[in-house]
């Protein structure tokens, strides 16, 4: 998908408001996130949309997010280089 099919999409879904899950549990956010976006399910460290990982999180979670993956493989360039650009 390209970002600009996905900045519309996202758009359009957070125009709707308030979207219950439709999963439970720790992965429900995100993968209803995936499912209203047209996102194919996955648990891969690859990103989601080409160069882009989509994260998700619950407004009231007190859960971390991990934003850098320790996969070296994933990595294009350095990650202190990805944190300063």
């Given at each position: ?20 899950s439709t ?59 990805a944190i300063?650009?």
């Amino acid at each position: 998908m390209k970002l600009s099919e996905f900045i519309k999409k996202f758009k359009d879904l957070k125009s709707k408001g308030f979207i219950p899950s439709t999963r439970k549990g720790p992965t429900g956010v995100g993968y209803t996130l995936e499912t209203y976006l047209e996102i194919d399910e996955n648990n891969i460290s690859l990103p989601d949309l080409n160069k882009i990982e989509l994260k998700a999180h619950r407004t009231k979670s007190q859960s971390m997010i991990t934003l850098f993956t320790f996969n070296n493989k994933v990595w294009k360039i350095p990650p202190l280089e990805a944190i300063n650009n």
